[in-house]
């Protein structure tokens, strides 16, 4: 079954139906394969009542314009003819037949993907005066499939409008996690002020790209990171069947960009580069409950600075780092409760500061996005009593300068407790209850109880729809949740030993969009 569709305009839009059985639909333009996804296509007796939620998902073919494009693949004739140009979404749109995003709810302060699956923060980068938060992201299905790099901006980390997709997967495979980084050393024949891009093309994970492996490639942008063109250069051959998730930065002590990669397991690799043409690696070593998603940072405490090793978990490992090798101090810390937060990434570009964004694995249940990114928080270095080097996390700065105190009502998105020793308390919000006893230094949300410890004396409850959010002692610990239904406000249950508690909303007249 095939389909060819002349192209005025960038944008095909393709029908989604969630829950429905994924079948392969192939592009081509000038006699070549252009696209490749997978996409839900269900038959009509196929589908439960309930089951699906409908939208369309926007495709950008800048490179097709004035062209005839052809669909092909698994997928049925009705799904072929479902699929629109840009006049045509026009013309749906002032038909009312096209939902606009704006109207589903969603949160305000977190960002969500306008529909479709994101997960993993990627190329995280200030520049221009916009930060970028690029994202693992599959437009046309609300579950994990077609790895691409979606694309938000916001002038305050807080106020995010999504770009077009700035990479899909092609013949080297689906487009899996990665950096981002300016050029300073205007190395490749490209000015200064480019952006370069680190990410791992995921070969043998789709059939257009079958008997190819893992590799690390990269990619550049002349336009302020909105519009982004593969290398052919800098690529870094699989070390491990499924090697992954470069993080990039310039280490100016000895002249190059070192890359962390996660290789397997526990393993971790630097790897070294004066002139972004080839990477040789420094190191491999080992990181005990380490798993993929690496970050490494530096980080300063009493003036006394260390590099910091960051993985998906949430696990960290403080350490020193002469740019060819990490060694540990031996020490694990932990930054999440529970699972709900993973792969986050710190941001390139932002020199006073280190401001990392995790994903928060939210569903969403009966929404046409899945998934969110977490509120950004600054990352400051503390030492402990015993000397070890602990992580704190504490919202951005932007957050701070919106917050404005206000009652327990609608409006509140934040709660804040300053608790005695054995202080308890217990509040509902969005449908759940969560609730510390100060005895058994326990923390519960909903259906979660975790120890916290002992030094625990600030608590922040940050609620954005169905999102839920806990600072413990003052950022030492970061907890999410999905709640139940919207929030509303906080509900105080009960409250023994709790020295103060405010309640904040954000001043959004101030918002950047």
């Known amino acids: 079954m095939a389909r060819s569709i002349f192209l005025k305009t960038p944008g095909l839009w393709i029908p989604v139906e969630v829950k429905q ?23 009509a007796d196929q589908k439960q009542e309930g089951d699906c939620v409908g939208y369309y998902g926007k495709l950008a073919l ?20 479902a699929i629109r140009t840009d006049e045509e979404m026009k013309e749906i749109d002032s038909l009312g037949e096209q939902a606009a995003a704006g109207e589903e709810p969603r949160p305000s302060f977190h960002f969500t993907a306008v529909h479709g699956w994101i997960n993993d ?22 579950e994990w499939q077609n790895m ?14 999504q770009e077009e997709t700035v990479m899909s997967p092609d013949e080297d495979g689906p487009i899996f996690s990665g950096s981002a980084v300016e050029n300073q050393e205007g190395l490749l024949g490209q000015p200064q002020e480019a952006l370069l891009y680190f990410y791992t093309a995921a070969g043998g994970s789709s059939r257009w790209s079958a008997g190819k492996t893992y590799i690390q490639k990269m990619a550049y942008s002349v336009d ?23 993080k990039v930065f310039w280490h100016e002590e000895t002249r190059a960009y070192v890359m962390i990669l996660w290789v397997e397991g526990d393993t971790f690799a630097i790897l070294r580069s004066g002139d972004l043409m080839s990477f040789r690696e420094s190191q491999r070593f ?7 998603c690496p970050d490494l940072f530096r980080l300063t405490a009493n003036g006394r600075e260390k590099w910091v090793v960051m993985t998906a978990k949430g696990h960290y490992y403080p350490g020193s780092f002469d740019g060819f090798r990490f060694v540990p101090d031996g020490f694990r810390g932990e930054l999440y409760l529970g699972d709900m937060q993973y792969a986050a990434q710190t941001y390139s570009g932002i020199n006073d500061r280190c401001v990392m964004i ?30 070890s080097f602990l992580v704190r996390q504490k919202p951005v700065r932007e957050y701070e300068r919106l917050r404005r105190e206000c009652t327990a009502g609608e409006s509140a998105c934040e709660m804040e407790l300053l608790l005695g020793e054995e202080a308890d308390f217990s509040v509902k919000t969005g449908g759940i209850c969560i ?42 610990l970061f907890g999410a949740a999905e709640l139940l239904e919207p929030a509303a406000g906080f509900e105080l249950l009960e409250s023994h030993g709790v020295e103060r508690i405010c309640y904040f909303h954000l001043n959004d007249s101030c918002a950047a969009f």
């Open 21 to 43: 059985p994924h079948k392969r639909l192939d592009i081509f333009a000038d006699g070549r394969k252009i696209r490749e996804f997978m996409v839900p296509d269900g038959r």
């Open 62 to 81: 800048p490179g097709a314009v004035g062209k005839e494009v052809i669909l092909k693949g698994e997928v049925s004739e009705d799904f072929l003819n």
């Open 121 to 142: 923060p990627n190329g995280l980068i200030y520049a221009d005066g916009f930060f970028h938060y690029y994202f693992q992201y599959n437009p046309f299905d609300t």
């Open 148 to 161: 691409s790099w979606g694309h938000a901006v916001s002038r305050d980390l807080l106020h995010w409008r």
């Open 224 to 246: 302020g990171g909105f519009t982004l063109h593969s290398l052919t250069t800098g690529r870094v051959d699989s070390l491990a069947r499924e090697n992954r998730d470069p």
């Open 286 to 292: 080992h990181l005990e409950e380490g798993f993929e």
């Open 358 to 387: 995790p994903w928060l694995r939210m569903n969403h249940p009966g929404r046409t996005y899945r998934g969110a990114a977490g509120l950004p928080k600054e990352l400051e270095g503390i030492f402990s009593k015993e000397g």
């Open 435 to 476: 609730s510390y006893n100060g005895k058994e230094h326990t923390l519960e949300m909903g259906a979660e109880c975790w120890n916290v410890g002992k030094t625990c004396r600030k608590i922040r409850i940050f609620v954005d729809d169905t999102i839920l959010e806990a600072s413990i002692d003052d950022g030492r």
